[in-house]
């Protein structure tokens, strides 16, 4: 069984910051990726960031590249979110997943997700 438990959504002001936190348990959780998704109200879910099995590479989406900062700790099985410079466009229910070996931007690629964690940027 794997469990992925997100948290630090909340309400932020346009041009600011907020971090969230994804902990995950259970078997074989360090040999795969884990990532970030999210999903505005109305629209397709959309891949933010990952970050390899070991932490050293990580890949972001379009919308995110400068702003967004994905890092994992190994130890803890967590992995972090740092979103900087926040414009509305970023509010959204964000969910951490895993299950694949291989990064990819593809949801259906991800066999295990989190129950979600709401960011609202306020303009």
């Known amino acids: 069984q794997v469990t992925l438990v997100e948290s630090g959504g909340g309400l932020v002001q346009d041009g600011g910051s907020v971090r969230l936190s994804c902990v995950a348990s259970g078997r074989t959780v360090n040999h795969w990726v884990l990532a970030w998704f999210r999903q505005a109200p109305g629209k397709d879910r959309e891949f933010v960031a990952a970050?390899?099995?070991?932490?050293?590479?990580?890949y972001y989406g379009d919308s995110v590249k400068g702003r967004f900062t994905i890092s994992k700790d190994n130890a803890e099985n967590t992995v972090y979110l740092q979103m900087n410079s926040l414009i509305p466009e970023d509010t959204a229910v964000y969910y951490c997943a895993t299950g694949t070996p291989t990064p990819s931007k593809v949801s259906r690629h991800y066999a295990y997700w989190g129950q979600g964690t709401q960011v609202t940027v306020s303009s």
């Open positions: 970050v390899s099995r070991g932490g050293s590479s990580s």
